[in-house]
């Protein structure tokens, strides 16, 4: 068994509270978890180059959304360190042309000081309709994107407006690996995760009923399941 550090990533407007719960319950007798900042770069391949500097010998980086960006970059950019990858409500395309318009779009409306983070009416397209009900988790939803602030809201979408195609990182990655998307994530929806697992045919995937973009605040329980299985796997490998 070697051993490995998972590194956890966060999405856009997120902290380490995305994963508040992962951290308290998987089991860390065997291993240091550690969480990566993309509150500082402007590009993904930066803000990986800042998550392989956190920790020595072999990685097994976790993240959602751009935090799975970010994973796939640290894989393309240090291979022989990935023990395994955990890639939850991600894609490894890049942004269709509309898309970017709405980035670009944002990233305007944030130089012009009228940038409010998320507000409640966008909670629905982080979270399922039960989710966005539950007043404790869109508290937490709210303040994570209160405390990465406009300036790193405008860092992170530039960042993900200049990231690249990640396919061919799939295509050639052959250690373990966990695909993971709820059923309803519209930012990310499931056919994007199918699309992954296509080009990783190894890979443990899975698909969470009725879950929104934020898995692992919506569904705790089944994303500790699954990240234990997977670190099981690369403690097997």
């Known amino acids: 068994m070697t051993p490995f550090t998972p590194i956890f990533i966060p999405g ?3 902290t380490a509270d995305l994963f508040a719960a992962q951290l308290a319950h998987l089991d860390t007798t065997q291993r240091l978890f550690k969480v990566a900042d993309t509150s500082q770069e402007d590009t993904i391949t930066a803000m990986a180059g800042r998550a392989l500097a956190m920790a020595d010998g072999m990685l097994l980086p976790v993240g959602l959304s751009m935090g799975g960006y970010v994973a796939l970059e640290m894989a393309r950019r240090a291979p022989d360190r990935i023990a395994g990858l955990a890639l939850l409500n991600t894609t490894c395309r890049i942004d269709s042309a509309a898309h970017r318009r709405q980035r670009e779009q944002a990233i305007n409306l944030a130089h012009s000081d009228r940038f409010k983070g998320v507000t409640r009416h966008l909670l629905p397209r982080l979270l399922s309709p ?9 508290r937490r939803v709210l303040k994570m994107a209160d405390d990465i602030g406009r300036q790193t809201f405008i860092q992170q979408q530039t960042a993900i407006l200049g990231r690249q195609d990640q396919s061919e990182i799939l295509r050639a990655f052959r250690q373990p690996i966990l695909i993971l998307c709820g059923t309803l994530d519209v930012l990310t929806p499931p056919k994007l995760s199918a699309e992954m697992a296509a080009l990783c045919p190894h890979a443990d995937y899975r698909l969470l009923d009725g879950v929104g973009h934020l898995s692992s605040m919506e569904a705790e329980s089944a994303v500790i399941d699954a990240l234990q299985a997977l670190f099981d796997r690369v403690d097997a490998a």
């Open 12 to 14: 856009l407007l997120c």
């Open 130 to 138: 039960d989710a966005v009900n539950d007043p404790h988790i869109a």
